[in-house]
């Protein structure tokens, strides 16, 4: 298959050279203000041919010199296919998909055979708790930085980050209401408003409510979210930046639909087979100051600090894991999770010279400091005291009148049997140089250091016991070549490594190192026809050589057989190809296509008891996604002002449940646990229309109504919504 996309990317070559237009240089266009993903630049997924700047940002690198994929997803195509949830959004972006949604309180992206979800996520550039939901009608854009991301960020998995910005104060006044209604009872209003106070000071402020039923019964879901910030113009050199956003989010737990063995278990769709008092509730709130300097036009300074405010609980029954003829004894369920973070990072920007050869500098030191405290709760009888772990009569999930006649009364009292609090400092101090040797040879040069201690402490039975406390050390190299033989064709080559810390100890009881974790990356970058249409192909491998696994001998030299000493023995390996294709015909109408292959396996273990098989792909690893989308806004004629489109996402056939490991006391020597899950594709049609400052959108999804699921492990085994419809109605001002 390699050979098959290194033809093409001849073929593309090919047919560049021999265009007959000169095609204008890619338009720069800074990430953000507040030194999101490091002042990268990058292809925007956006409606309009050229792309918007930051109204801060006047130095960076531009897309076509970075030997790395990346794509963001603007506000334009956020309103087009009014997008709800996150999920929604990261449709066009290839290879990135949903991997799960645990009880239905959050949802885990993944990107090239990696989770993003743990230490992945960020907002205006700072890491985000994903436990939560987050808000997008306040997005400005998404961007998504694929492969190794460890230079800038640290502790990172190197499937990529993904980085929400949300809408920065404008010195222009204006603003837009919309009004989203749709099936199940969906409703949600929400506003942006933006202006200046004076010629140094500007405003923004977004804010939604949002009320909802859903297909799935009995359950719910009711958030607020307010979002102020104000832009501070101290001079033309220094600007200052304060944010801040809460989100309030109350939820019904629903872990699904649940699975028997290797297979979903076969129920309605809408099935809800939790206890009908469950619930959840989220609260989460940050704020930041963001200090921009310009020291003078070649060097820019650069302050951003942060805090985050995270508490997530809910209770009920989960792990929906009946027997095999569906008989459930309910288990009763109660969590609690709290985090505050606080964030510090400092930067500078320089341009300069040594000799002929340009330098683009990019150096800084973040900090980062998080308070974790990790709930376990236990339900009693409240006449005997004694502990009780089900809820209820047992259930049969294949069986609805069983469940409506069995006991379904007020839930047993809880309380706190433990909570772990954990302190994690992280620290981390790089420097990046993006060296121009002439105007098609450049190189990109970085190293970081990384240094990570985890403090924790376990309260359980009045009695308070300190943890091993853990500390991490890792050096982040990084090394790209540049060639660009023509404005508009940029091929590139690099390598990368990232660190992700382990649990546990080794042979000599010591805390195990982390482990290493390699990159090679590749690809071709172009642009056809003035920058109507732009393709990029990618190629990567990822390498984890140093994977934990059961130690295979002891400190002595003999068979190892104690499963709690590990060695870093195991490897697995990713390895795929990614394509993106953006075309703009003509005004209004842009045409968005993706597609990527990822192969993540097993690539060596150790055979023992409980590790895992070979050349076995890991769970939830599709190899095969898709995207392609389209939206047109008539410009003449008797059709004038109608607005169509359409976006079509396939994700592949991959693994539920947990990979299978080697267990001799099972039939073939295996314990199969892997649940097969197939493939399939969602198609979303809009229809619109423009009137002077209104807009209005209607948009039926999952058009043929296909069934399919998104699952965690095999005990929240999620349905996707089946069809139905959206609409929307936006005034601007």
């Given amino acids: 298959m390699y050979k098959h996309i290194l033809k093409t990317i001849v073929l593309l070559s090919a047919l560049q050279a021999v265009s007959q237009e000169n095609l204008n240089d890619v338009s720069e266009y800074n990430f953000t203000e507040n030194d999101t993903v490091k002042k990268l630049k990058e292809v925007v997924i956006e409606a309009k041919n050229t792309p918007s700047k930051s109204s801060v940002n006047r130095a960076g690198i531009k897309e076509k010199d970075l030997p790395q994929a990346i794509q963001v997803i603007g506000t334009e195509i956020i309103q087009q296919q009014q997008s709800v949830r996150l999920s929604d959004v990261v449709k066009n972006a290839n290879g990135v998909y949903v991997g799960s949604a645990r009880g239905g309180a959050q949802e885990s992206f993944w990107s090239r055979g990696y989770d993003m979800s743990a230490n992945n996520m960020f907002k205006n550039g700072f890491r985000f708790n994903s436990g939560s939901i987050p808000e997008v009608s306040s997005l400005e854009k998404v961007e998504i930085l694929k492969g190794s991301a460890a230079l800038l960020y640290g502790n990172v998995a190197p499937g990529g980050i993904m980085n929400m910005v949300t809408k920065s104060p404008n010195f222009k006044t204006g603003g837009e209401f919309t009004m989203q209604a749709g099936s199940y009872n969906f409703f949600k209003p929400s506003a942006d408003v933006y202006g200046a106070f004076n010629n140094s000071i500007a405003y923004r402020f977004n804010g939604s409510y949002e009320n909802s039923e859903s297909f799935r019964a009995y359950v719910t879901k009711e958030r607020y979210y307010v979002n102020p910030s104000l832009l501070f113009k101290l001079s033309e050199e220094t600007e200052i930046t304060l944010q801040a956003d809460y989100l309030s989010d109350d939820w019904t737990p629903d872990f699904g639909t649940g699975s028997i063995g290797k297979e979903i278990a076969d129920v309605p769709r809408n099935a809800y087979l939790g206890a009908k008092w469950s619930n959840g509730s989220t609260k989460q709130a940050t704020a930041s100051i963001l200090v921009n300097h310009e020291l003078n036009e070649d060097w820019k300074l650069n302050f951003n600090s942060s805090f985050q405010d995270y508490d997530r609980e809910s209770i009920g029954t989960e792990r929906i894991q009946p027997a095999a003829n569906g008989d459930w004894n309910r288990p009763y369920g109660r969590n609690k999770a709290v985090e505050q973070i606080f964030a510090n990072q400092i930067s500078l920007q320089g341009n300069f010279k040594t000799g002929k050869i340009k ?12 308070y974790t405290d990790a709930y376990t709760f236990r339900f009693f009888n409240p006449t005997t005291g004694a502990t009780v772990t089900t809820y209820g009569d047992p259930v049969n999930i294949f069986d609805p009148s069983l469940y409506d006649s069995t006991y379904d009364g007020p839930v047993l009292p809880s309380e706190i049997t433990r909570i772990v609090k954990t302190e994690t400092t992280r620290f981390g101090i790089y420097a990046q140089d993006l060296i121009s040797f002439n105007e098609k040879f450049k190189a990109l ?61 080794d042979i000599n009881n010591e805390a195990l190192e982390p482990s290493i974790i390699d990159q090679i990356e590749a690809g071709i970058k172009n642009e056809f026809w003035k920058g109507k249409l732009t393709t990029n192909v990618t190629l990567y491998q990822i390498v984890n050589s140093n994977l934990v696994q059961t130690a295979e001998f002891d400190a002595n030299g003999n068979i190892n057989t104690n499963p709690n000493l590990k060695a870093l023995s195991g490897e697995t390996t990713s390895k795929g190809i990614e394509l993106d294709i953006t075309y703009k015909p003509m005004a209004d109408f842009n045409i968005m296509a993706g597609y990527s292959y990822n192969d993540m396996r097993y690539t060596k273990t150790t055979g023992l008891t409980g590790s895992f098989i070979e050349w076995d792909r890991l769970a939830r ?6 995207n392609l989308s389209f939206f047109y806004t008539v410009p003449t004629g008797i059709f004038k002002n109608v607005a169509i489109g359409a976006i079509g996402n396939y994700i592949g056939d991959r693994f539920g449940g947990w990979n299978n490991q080697i267990d ?42 296909e069934l399919n699921y998104t699952l965690h492990e095999n005990y929240s085994v999620n349905p996707i919504a089946p069809r139905q419809i959206l609409t929307s109605l936006r005034y601007k001002f």
Avoid at 359 to 370: A, K, N, R, V
Wanted: glycine share 8%; charged share 15%; with cysteine.
């Fill in 359 to 370: 330098h683009q500098l990019f150096t800084g030191i973040d900090t980062e400091i998080s």
């Fill in 445 to 505: 040069l970085g190293i970081r250091y990384s240094y990570q201690e985890a403090k924790p402490v376990t309260y359980a039975g009045g009695t308070e016991t300190e943890g091993i406390i853990k500390n991490d050390r890792a050096f982040s190299p990084k090394v790209g070549l540049i060639y660009q033989p023509t404005k508009s064709i940029t091929l590139f080559s690099s390598y990368s490594n990232s660190f992700t810390p382990n649990n546990g100890i």
């Fill in 621 to 626: 690893t599709p190899q095969h996604t898709a």
């Fill in 664 to 705: 001799p006391t099972r039939p073939n020597g295996i314990w199969d646990r892997e649940i097969p899950v197939n493939g399939y594709t969602t198609i979303d049609l809009s229809l619109g229309y423009n009137w002077k400052q209104f807009s209005f959108l209607c948009k039926l999804s999952n058009i043929t109504n």
